[in-house]
C-alpha cells in the first residue's frame, strides 16, 4: 500500500507553528517586561516623599505608598478618602470635595486640608488630585491622589507674619522715637544757643575791657574760655546736622566735582605747609550738594587739622569699580592704629586731646551716614606713621556719568 504525504501542507504546518511559538515568546517577553515595569514604577511611587494613594469610583483607598502611611497612618488602604483626608463619617454635603470633583469632570484638582495626626498634633496638608484609570467609555474609575505635608512651610509662613508685624510695630516706634529725636534736637539747640551766645558776648566783653586787668594766666584761662565756647557752639552746630539727616527728601542736582572740590580746597584754605592735590578727573554726580560738600569738606579738614609733618601732602582721587565710584583721600599725616579704624565713625568719638576747640566727634559720623543713606559704604586704612587714606563708594547709576575729557574735543 502506497500512502502519500503532502510535503507542502507539512512545511505550511511548521512554518505556522513557529509563527505561533515567537508570537507566544514575544508575548511571554511583553509581559515580563510589563511586570517588571510595573514593579518598578511601584517602587518609584513607594521611594517618593510625597503621600500618594489610589481611589476607586466608591471613595475606597486601594493603594498607598509609604509617604502616605506617614502622613495619615499605615491601616488606611480600604478605608473611605474622606474618613482619612477629611476626618469625616460622611462625604461632604455642603461642597464637592476634589476626589469627587475630579470622578465628575475628569479634571486635576488641588486642594489644602488640614488633620489631626495619631500624634494629636495639627498638620497641614496640600493635594492633587487626578484622573488616572478610565473604563472603555472614558469614565473615571481611579482617582490618584498626591499630598504633601506642608505643616512646617505653614508654620514659617506664620512665623514670617509674626516677624513681619514685630517689624512694622518696631519701624513704626523707630519712626517715632526719630520724630522725637529730632524735635529734641531743635529744641535742645536752641535752649543751649540762646545761653552759649550770652556766655560768648560775656566772655568778648571781658577779654576786651579787662584786658589789662589780667596777667598772663589769665589771659590763658581768657583765650581757653572762649575756645570751649567755640567748640561748643560747633557741636551743637554739628549734633543738628546729623539729626536732620535722612528727616527730608534731598534736592538732588547735577554736581560736576571737579568745580566743586576746588572751591572746597579754597573754602578749608590749608596752610602753606600743606598741599592739596586732584589726582584724576572726577565723575558727574546727581546728588544734594549741601551732602557731598560736607563729606568731602569734613574728610579734607581731618587730614588738614591732623597733620603732623613739616610738608603735609592731601591726595583727593576717583576710579570706577563694579558699579561704583570709589573716591579716596589720602595723606601722609599721623596714622591711626587698626583698633581704632571703627571707633572714629561713631559718632562723639576723637582721637584728639579733648582740649581741642576745632574737635567734636561728629564728623566722620556725618561722612558716615551721608554715605550710607546713599547706598555707599566709608572706610579707612591706615597705620601709624605711615598716614590715613579713606574711601567711600556712591553707586554709579545710568544719572552717574564721567565727565568728558574737554582737552581732546
Given at each position: 500500500?502506497?500512502?502519500?504525504?503532502?510535503?507542502?501542507?507539512?512545511?505550511?504546518?511548521?512554518?505556522?507553528?513557529?509563527?505561533?511559538?515567537?508570537?507566544?515568546?514575544?508575548?511571554?517577553?511583553?509581559?515580563?517586561?510589563?511586570?517588571?515595569?510595573?514593579?518598578?514604577?511601584?517602587?518609584?511611587?513607594?521611594?517618593?516623599?510625597?503621600?500618594?494613594?489610589?481611589?476607586?469610583?466608591?471613595?475606597?483607598?486601594?493603594?498607598?505608598?509609604?509617604?502616605?502611611?506617614?502622613?495619615?497612618?499605615?491601616?488606611?488602604?480600604?478605608?473611605?478618602?474622606y474618613e482619612v483626608y477629611h476626618q469625616r463619617n460622611e462625604p461632604c454635603?455642603?461642597?464637592?470635595?476634589?476626589?469627587?470633583?475630579?470622578?465628575?469632570?475628569?479634571?486635576?484638582?488641588?486642594?489644602?486640608?488640614?488633620?489631626?495626626?495619631?500624634?494629636?498634633?495639627?498638620?497641614?496638608?496640600?493635594?492633587?488630585?487626578?484622573?488616572?484609570?478610565?473604563?472603555?467609555?472614558?469614565?473615571?474609575?481611579?482617582?490618584?491622589?498626591?499630598?504633601?505635608?506642608?505643616?512646617?512651610?505653614?508654620?514659617?509662613?506664620?512665623?514670617?507674619?509674626?516677624?513681619?508685624?514685630?517689624?512694622?510695630?518696631?519701624?513704626?516706634?523707630?519712626?517715632?522715637?526719630?520724630?522725637?529725636?529730632?524735635?529734641?534736637?531743635?529744641?535742645?539747640?536752641?535752649?543751649?544757643?540762646?545761653?552759649?551766645?550770652?556766655?560768648?558776648?560775656?566772655?568778648?566783653?571781658?577779654?576786651?575791657?579787662?584786658?589789662?586787668?589780667?596777667?598772663?594766666?589769665?589771659?590763658?584761662?581768657?583765650?581757653?574760655?572762649?575756645?570751649?565756647?567755640?567748640?561748643?557752639?560747633?557741636?551743637?552746630?554739628?549734633?543738628?546736622?546729623?539729626?536732620?539727616?535722612?528727616?527730608?527728601?534731598?534736592?538732588?542736582?547735577?554736581?560736576?566735582?571737579?568745580?566743586?572740590?576746588?572751591?572746597?580746597?579754597?573754602?578749608?584754605?590749608?596752610?602753606?605747609?600743606?598741599?592739596?592735590?586732584?589726582?584724576?578727573?572726577?565723575?558727574?554726580?546727581?546728588?544734594?550738594?549741601?551732602?557731598?560738600?560736607?563729606?568731602?569738606?569734613?574728610?579734607?579738614?581731618?587730614?588738614?587739622?591732623?597733620?603732623?609733618?613739616?610738608?603735609?601732602?592731601?591726595?583727593?582721587?576717583?576710579?570706577?569699580?563694579?558699579?561704583?565710584?570709589?573716591?579716596?583721600?589720602?595723606?601722609?599725616?599721623?596714622?591711626?592704629?587698626?583698633?581704632?579704624?571703627?571707633?572714629?565713625?561713631?559718632?562723639?568719638?576723637?582721637?584728639?586731646?579733648?582740649?581741642?576747640?576745632?574737635?567734636?566727634?561728629?564728623?566722620?559720623?556725618?561722612?558716615?551716614?551721608?554715605?550710607?543713606?546713599?547706598?555707599?559704604?566709608?572706610?579707612?586704612?591706615?597705620?601709624?606713621?605711615?598716614?590715613?587714606?579713606?574711601?567711600?563708594?556712591?553707586?554709579?547709576?545710568?544719572?552717574?556719568?564721567?565727565?568728558?575729557?574737554?582737552?581732546?574735543?
Amino acid at each position: 500500500m502506497n500512502i502519500k504525504v503532502d510535503s507542502k501542507r507539512n512545511d505550511e504546518n511548521g512554518q505556522l507553528s513557529d509563527t505561533f511559538d515567537r508570537m507566544a515568546e514575544r508575548r511571554k517577553q511583553a509581559e515580563d517586561i510589563q511586570q517588571i515595569s510595573e514593579e518598578k514604577l511601584a517602587d518609584v511611587l513607594r521611594a517618593i516623599p510625597d503621600g500618594i494613594a489610589v481611589i476607586d469610583n466608591d471613595l475606597n483607598i486601594i493603594w498607598t505608598n509609604d509617604a502616605a502611611g506617614e502622613i495619615y497612618g499605615h491601616d488606611i488602604v480600604g478605608r473611605k478618602c474622606y474618613e482619612v483626608y477629611h476626618q469625616r463619617n460622611e462625604p461632604c454635603k455642603s461642597h464637592l470635595c476634589p476626589t469627587l470633583q475630579a470622578f465628575q469632570d475628569g479634571r486635576i484638582h488641588e486642594y489644602e486640608t488640614r488633620i489631626t495626626g495619631k500624634d494629636g498634633k495639627i498638620r497641614y496638608i496640600h493635594c492633587i488630585a487626578n484622573v488616572v484609570l478610565r473604563d472603555e467609555n472614558g469614565k473615571p474609575m481611579g482617582v490618584l491622589e498626591i499630598c504633601r505635608d506642608i505643616t512646617k512651610l505653614k508654620h514659617d509662613e506664620q512665623e514670617m507674619h509674626k516677624l513681619n508685624r514685630e517689624l512694622e510695630s518696631a519701624v513704626w516706634e523707630l519712626r517715632r522715637v526719630n520724630k522725637e529725636l529730632k524735635e529734641f534736637a531743635y529744641v535742645a539747640a536752641h535752649d543751649l544757643k540762646t545761653p552759649l551766645r550770652g556766655i560768648g558776648t560775656l566772655v568778648d566783653w571781658i577779654s576786651k575791657d579787662y584786658a589789662d586787668k589780667f596777667d598772663e594766666p589769665g589771659k590763658e584761662q581768657v583765650r581757653l574760655l572762649v575756645g570751649k565756647t567755640k567748640q561748643m557752639s560747633a557741636l551743637i552746630d554739628d549734633i543738628l546736622q546729623y539729626s536732620r539727616l535722612g528727616h527730608s527728601s534731598p534736592e538732588e542736582q547735577q554736581l560736576d566735582l571737579n568745580q566743586i572740590l576746588p572751591e572746597i580746597i579754597t573754602a578749608i584754605n590749608p596752610p602753606d605747609n600743606i598741599e592739596i592735590t586732584i589726582e584724576n578727573k572726577l565723575p558727574v554726580l546727581v546728588f544734594e550738594k549741601t551732602q557731598i560738600i560736607r563729606v568731602i569738606q569734613n574728610l579734607l579738614n581731618n587730614a588738614v587739622k591732623y597733620m603732623d609733618k613739616p610738608e603735609g601732602q592731601i591726595k583727593v582721587g576717583c576710579v570706577e569699580q563694579d558699579g561704583f565710584w570709589k573716591f579716596s583721600v589720602a595723606d601722609n599725616g599721623p596714622g591711626i592704629d587698626k583698633k581704632y579704624h571703627k571707633k572714629i565713625f561713631k559718632i562723639f568719638q576723637t582721637l584728639s586731646s579733648c582740649d581741642r576747640a576745632d574737635s567734636t566727634g561728629i564728623g566722620l559720623s556725618i561722612v558716615k551716614k551721608i554715605i550710607e543713606l546713599n547706598a555707599g559704604i566709608v572706610w579707612v586704612e591706615s597705620e601709624p606713621g605711615k598716614g590715613s587714606t579713606f574711601f567711600f563708594t556712591l553707586p554709579k547709576s545710568e544719572i552717574h556719568q564721567q565727565v568728558p575729557d574737554v582737552s581732546t574735543a
